[in-house]
């Protein structure tokens, strides 16, 4: 079942979380954990979320290259710069996933667009 979720002015977890239900399947009745729901999720308007400049400033990713001293942690404000919101809601969805062999599958249903 395809879904088409519009961001304008929605705050990041709100609507993170909103995708990951869907994404998940918990709004079918015939729910299992162990399957792939086959809904797809359309996020459109990314660019318009609701993100305070605080948390632009506060929120930060870290990336860890597996080297002693490769952590790198990134602002949120530098992230949305270089690779748009499109990057924060796809980390927002991803951890709100369960860490199982179902996770690539549910994050290939989603599409974001600007």
Known sequence: MNHTIDATNKSLGRLASEVAALLIGKDKTDFARNALSG????VINAGKLKVSPKK???????RFSGYPGGLKQLSMAHTV????????????????L?????????????????
Do not use: H
């Open 81 to 96: 710069e270089k690779k748009g919101y499109k990057e924060a809601i796809s980390i927002a969805v991803k951890g709100m």
């Open 98 to 114: 369960p860490d199982n062999k179902l996770k690539n599958g549910m994050m290939k249903a989603l599409t974001i667009t600007e």
């Open 56 to 62: 632009l400033q506060e929120k930060f990713y870290n």
């Open 39 to 42: 809904n797809t999720v359309t």
